[in-house]
């Protein structure tokens, strides 16, 4: 049996409960019963199509046309703390973070969704949706209350309940990765991104201009045409810079695992 070393347990000697590293990630670390598995679900990595799956693999739903069920029930399969010991398999699917913070933009902040108006809160109202654009954005999450204010844009390495994990998949890579998970996890994974209507593979990308500066409303038209500025056209060099820093640990991991080649920026 693997020693399974948790992440954040020992960074503080309180109670584990009062942890809040460590509760933060257990909560996302979710139980696949029949395997014995734990999959870590991070926000905008696939996480509608994963909890989709292992919602049917754990029983709970029987048809993907149900899958407004896991949006209230993101904690239905939480570990506890003997599950997250005793698992056979443990896997996490990670993004290229330049590209996960351009899919929060054009997904919460251009529709204008319940994370949109919970940011414009944490701000106290001084900046209106209208007015972030994605150069605004990135300046405005770029404190640690509103950096940390959302698990959208939360960093990735917050959601790494383990030290370690048996495998690392990345996104841009889930052809490949969803065969294996297959076979490993013992379930059937489901394309949610025609039920969520999430994902830019139903648009047309524009990478021939520069969107940084962009409205959310210029964009949500485009969007409305079945366009979108691609992830690298929403970056100038000052925004890279600030993203940059801001997921240096992110970046860090991912170049660890995975290399550049499909990084938007080496």
Not at 109 to 116: L, M, P, Y
Not at 175 to 191: M, P, S
């Amino acid at each position: 049996m693997k020693n399974r070393q948790l992440n954040f347990s020992a960074a503080t000697y309180d109670y584990l409960a009062r942890n809040r590293a460590h509760q933060f990630a257990n909560n996302f670390a979710l139980r696949i019963y029949r395997s014995n598995s734990i999959y870590s679900f991070i926000p905008k990595n696939a996480c509608s199509t994963m909890r989709v799956s292992l919602a049917m693999a754990n029983g709970c739903i029987s048809d993907p046309s149900d899958f407004n069920w896991i949006h209230q029930n993101n904690s239905t399969f939480t570990a506890d703390l003997a599950s997250l010991q005793l698992a056979d398999y443990t896997f996490v699917i990670l993004r290229c973070p330049y590209a996960r913070l351009a899919s929060a933009y054009l997904d919460k902040i251009v529709d204008r969704t319940a994370e949109a108006w919970h940011l414009y809160e944490t701000l106290q109202r001084k900046t209106e949706i209208s007015a972030l654009s994605f150069k605004a954005f990135v300046k405005a999450i770029s404190t640690p209350k509103v950096l940390l204010s959302n698990i959208h844009w939360q960093p990735q390495s917050d959601f790494l309940v383990y030290k370690s994990y048996d495998d690392y998949f990345c996104l841009e890579q889930f052809a490949q990765a969803k065969t294996i998970i297959e076979n490993k996890a013992g379930l059937q994974i489901v394309d949610a991104r025609p039920l969520t209507q999430h994902g830019t593979d139903r648009f047309q990308l524009l990478s021939d201009d520069n969107f940084a500066e962009c409205l959310p409303d210029d964009i949500y038209t485009l969007k409305k045409a079945g366009k979108l500025p691609s992830p690298a056209a929403l970056y100038d060099d000052e925004t890279q810079a600030i993203v940059s820093k801001l997921y240096k640990q992110d970046l860090a991991l991912y170049k660890n695992l995975f290399g550049k080649q499909d990084m938007l920026f080496s």
